[in-house]
């Protein structure tokens, strides 16, 4: 049992197993394509847009998830359970390290997936 | 030096998703002994070899992170002097008092905001509940340790955008000093500074990040390396999120291992490190070196261990 996890249109694919969460069946399969963070529901960084298919979800932060969000069926991919197979759209990420602005230092430019932190697009 | 003034972290207040899984982790993974709980829910903890009655205050949220740190100074007129100058420092606000026993077992606490957007607080008094050995011919350490068992809270590491305003603040303000900084452009821009009260490599770091009040990191005090090693058993055969680690840092030499609690806050444990005297030079890190200040093994950057925060 399980179910199929497609990211994007024709993008990665990879089964999860039967009662794990999104990520961990990535991480289960040694696939990539959604960002790793705490994997707790706390950082937001493996946000994901679910565009097809039925799922449930377990605790999220507030802080990384509004409630329009996840009226749009946006979710962190740590608590997300697919009920049926899904196809997914990645939103979170972790920006490339060292990143420089005018009379700024960034370590990194922000994870996206936080919604108090700046967004930035590539 | 005598240490005089800010003693140390004395406790750190996390808000957690699911009180129950965080207490299974602070108690069983990680070793911190409950030792009360009060009426809005919050749960209290300490490690075997602190003497106050509680390190770390767990609180339900619906979001993680830290609400605030809480500094132990020396005495009363301490908190006193100190509570006037952050009154009357435009770096310091939303100052306010919060009376004693609201958090239980806990003297007064001044409260205030820095610059980065953290919150703190200062208190004198905490109920002095004693280590697990005790204070006459005490055993090493105790018979009933679990998990990890750190012998304390030790330090934070924080991210926030004013890092210039919440460093000035600890060292005009508070007394700490600086022990070792990253600097960027030649020297111009510091982007990370760590500080210290005590002798310690530090006892609080800031990251500069254009960010808010965001927590990297809460550190909880190993004996030795092997016990860092045992730590990275423990998180494996309790399938805790791993970060990064075993490993050693460049910046304060200590050596480590991050993982996450169910709440996604980050944790570490560590060992090593150094004594610090008031007389010991700043050590500085530059910018083109960042890899192996930060880990000195592999001395690469890592995007997760700098990107994730609460």
């Keep these: 049992m399980g179910h199929a996890i497609t990211l994007g249109v024709g993008g990665p694919r990879f089964h999860c197993p039967e009662g794990q969460n999104v990520l961990q069946g990535m991480l289960l399969r040694g696939r990539s394509g959604i960002p790793v963070g705490c994997r707790g529901g706390g950082c937001g960084v493996c946000k994901v847009r679910v ?10 932060s507030a802080a990384c998830l509004s409630a329009d969000e996840r009226e749009a069926g946006v979710a962190l991919a740590c608590k997300l359970f697919p009920e049926t197979d899904l196809r997914l759209a990645v939103v979170g990420k972790i920006s490339r390290v060292l990143e420089r602005s005018p009379g700024l230092f960034l370590f990194y430019g922000g994870a996206a997936g936080a919604a108090d932190n700046p967004s930035r697009e590539e | 030096m005598a240490m005089t003034g800010v003693l140390r972290p004395g406790h750190i207040a996390l808000r957690v998703l699911d009180m129950d899984s965080a207490l299974q982790h602070y108690t069983e993974v990680l070793g911190l ?59 310091a606000t939303e100052t306010s008092w919060i009376a004693a026993d609201e958090q239980p077992r806990c003297g007064r606490r001044f409260r205030f905001t820095v610059p980065t957007g953290h ?138 291992i991050y993982f996450f609690d169910p709440s996604g806050n980050r944790n570490e444990v560590f060992s090593g490190g150094y004594i610090w005297y008031p007389d010991k030079p700043t050590i500085t890190w530059t910018d083109d070196q960042l890899g192996p200040a930060i880990f000195y093994h592999d001395r690469k950057l890592n995007e997760a261990f700098l990107s994730v925060s609460t």
């Design chain 2, 119 to 256: 919150v703190m607080e200062l208190f004198a008094q905490k109920d002095i509940v004693g280590c697990a050995t005790g204070y006459q011919n005490p055993d090493p350490w105790p018979d009933d340790l679990r998990g990890m068992a750190p012998s304390r809270f030790d330090h934070c590491l924080l991210y926030g955008d004013d890092l210039d305003g919440s460093a000035k603040l600890f060292i005009d303000i508070l007394g700490f000093n600086l022990t070792e900084q990253i600097v960027a452009d030649g020297g111009k821009l510091q982007i990370a500074a760590f500080l210290a009260c005590s002798n310690k490599a530090h006892d609080v770091a800031f990251i500069r990040q254009p960010v808010k009040n965001r927590l990297h990191h809460a550190s909880f005090q190993l004996g030795s390396w092997n016990e860092v090693l045992r730590a990275a058993d423990i998180i494996s055969k309790r399938k805790v999120p791993l970060d990064l680690g075993p490993t050693r840092h460049g910046i304060t030499r200590g050596e480590t």
């Design chain 1, 51 to 60: 565009l097809d298919g039925r799922f449930s979800t377990g605790t999220m």
């Design chain 2, 33 to 91: 002994s409950e030792t009360g709980r009060d009426s809005q829910g919050r749960i209290y903890l300490k490690a075997w070899d602190e003497a106050d009655h509680h390190s770390v205050v767990l609180r339900q949220a619906d979001s993680a992170g830290m609400d605030y740190l809480g500094w132990k100074v020396d005495s009363d007129q301490t908190l006193e002097r100190l509570a006037a100058e952050l009154e009357a420092s435009p770096l």
